[in-house]
């Protein structure tokens, strides 16, 4: 079973991806996780990614769309995966799509988390107050929190409407419980 998440810095993808990696032994694709790491080994990768990431903004299409197409053919995936953070714009939702097709591979649900905007500002500050700075995100702070969520809502919220239009779209709400959201996702993949 292959799923995405989508929603806005701080909707609970990570949350939910963990508790469906469990449940279905199927592997989280987080793109900022991997971002991170890349940054943490120092590759090529890592170096572009590195002030682009702090600054709020979106890595390269192209650099992205190469990372999930190598990452997805590792053999833990074969159950399956969830893409959390990607696809981040229209050009990688349609490039994700073709390298599918190619893969013999397809999305079985896209799932929306919808959450509303002045939660997800509440929800990243108290990520921000409870992670000791050392620990914390360099893109965890209030400048870049503002630039990630205009960044979601210009390049990433139309992704929604192309997977609607597609049929292929179920929204959560995002502001349930975890244990109500994690039900409510249980719902969608059962179907
Ligand atoms: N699919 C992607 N395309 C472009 N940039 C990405 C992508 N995924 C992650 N990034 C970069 O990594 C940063 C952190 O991503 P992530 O951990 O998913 O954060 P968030 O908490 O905003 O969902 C993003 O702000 C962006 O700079």
Redesign the pocket.
């Known amino acids: 079973m292959n799923l995405i998440l989508l929603g806005?810095?701080?909707?609970g993808?990570?949350t939910q991806a963990k508790r469906l990696e469990d449940k279905f032994k199927i592997v989280q694709l987080?793109?900022?996780?991997?971002?991170?790491a890349a940054i943490a080994s120092g590759s090529e990768v890592g170096l572009k990614?590195k002030n682009?990431?702090d600054s709020?903004?979106?890595?390269?299409?192209d650099?992205?769309v190469q990372m999930?197409s190598e990452r997805v053919d590792e053999p833990d995936c074969k159950n399956g995966f969830i893409l959390?953070?990607?696809?981040?714009?229209v050009a990688?939702a349609e490039a994700l799509d073709v390298m599918l097709a190619d893969k013999g591979l397809q999305i079985d649900h896209v799932i929306e988390l919808k959450v509303d905007e002045g939660i997800l500002f509440d929800r990243?500050r108290t990520r921000i107050a409870e992670t000791p700075e050392a620990e914390r995100?360099s893109?965890?702070n209030e400048e870049?929190l503002k630039k990630?969520l205009d960044?979601?809502k210009e390049q990433t919220a139309p992704i929604i409407p192309y997977y609607a239009d597609k049929g292929a779209l179920k929204t959560v709400d995002g502001m349930a419980s975890i244990d109500e959201v994690s039900a409510q996702i249980d719902t969608i993949v059962a179907a």
């Open positions: 806005p810095p701080g909707a993808k990570g987080s793109t900022g996780d991997m971002l991170r990614a682009i990431i709020g903004g979106l890595v390269s299409d650099i992205m999930i959390d953070g990607f696809p981040r714009t990688q990243i995100r893109d965890d870049t990630r960044v979601f």
